[in-house]
């Protein structure tokens, strides 16, 4: 991961923890039962990350600006 990745991962947590910018209840749980179908979920720790991006999912699905990066949602 480079720093712009990983500054952008922190700026997501942050506004997630703030609850800055996020979407609907009904958008979140959408995108979170496309993201738990989907082959790039890993799901072996403690906390679902997506493969392809690096991102943690359940902060990366309520935010208002964020994007599959595989187009999914």
Known sequence: MNSK???????????????IGLVSEE????RMSVCNKCKYLDNS???KRCTACGCFVSPKTNL????????FW
């Open 45 to 47: 720790g403690r906390f």
């Open 64 to 71: 208002e600006k964020e994007k599959c990066p595989k187009g």
């Open 27 to 30: 958008i979140q749980e959408y």
């Open 5 to 19: 990745t990983i500054a952008h991962g922190i700026k997501g947590l942050t506004q997630s923890i703030l609850h």
